[in-house]
């Protein structure tokens, strides 16, 4: 097999953001939905989550047919061995994590007998199924790694490289 390229193909890049915007949205959706009073907000937030999670099922599904296809370009340039690996072993950790939480929520829905549609999900309907303490679980993990992630693009970006360059990111692309 060739040497990747040093850039993310533009599918990469458009799916990566696109599920970047999704998964914030809901990250900050789970976290308030969690903590107001029951009610209409309450449930609204519910429903927006699961489409959102909809959404970033498919394009999850996007991202890992176009990894399938396309390799994923080489850890940035001037990496340890060690940051090499944990590059490589943070992404592989953040699609399992995603497709585990996706799995879990998909999971509380199947189980509580709510339709697999936005605007059928009663908060209450999905409070005691058994996937739903791994979703909470999971949830934190996640949360906790994409810090890791997001603090190791900004150190490298800061200090050896063009990682958002790489990303389709025109305005931090360093000349070479």
């Given amino acids: 097999m060739g040497k990747s390229a ?10 990566h953001w696109a599920s ?21 907000t309450q449930e609204a937030l519910y429903n927006a989550h699961v489409g ?15 990894l399938a296809v396309h390799r994923w370009p080489s850890p940035p340039p001037g990496l340890s061995r060690v940051n090499e690996r944990a590059f490589t072993g943070t992404h592989v950790l953040l699609y399992v994590l995603l497709i585990a939480l996706l799995a879990s929520g998909i999971g509380m829905l199947a189980l ?5 549609a936005p605007g059928s999900i009663v908060p209450a309907d999905i409070e005691n199924v058994p996937p739903r303490m791994a979703h909470d679980v999971l949830s934190k993990v996640f949360i906790a790694l994409l810090l890791v992630h997001v603090a190791g693009v900004v150190r ?7 990682t958002l360059g790489r990303m389709g990111v025109p305005w931090f692309r360093r000349s070479a």
């Fill in 156 to 162: 490298y970006q800061l200090g050896k490289g063009d």
């Fill in 6 to 15: 040093e850039a993310y193909n533009r599918i990469t890049q458009i799916t």
């Fill in 112 to 116: 509580s007998g709510v339709a697999l």
């Fill in 52 to 66: 959102m999670g909809l959404g970033t099922l498919a394009l999850t599904a996007v991202r890992l047919v176009a």
């Fill in 20 to 40: 970047a915007l999704l998964i914030l949205g809901m990250l900050g959706m789970g976290l308030a939905m969690t903590r107001i009073g029951e009610g209409g």
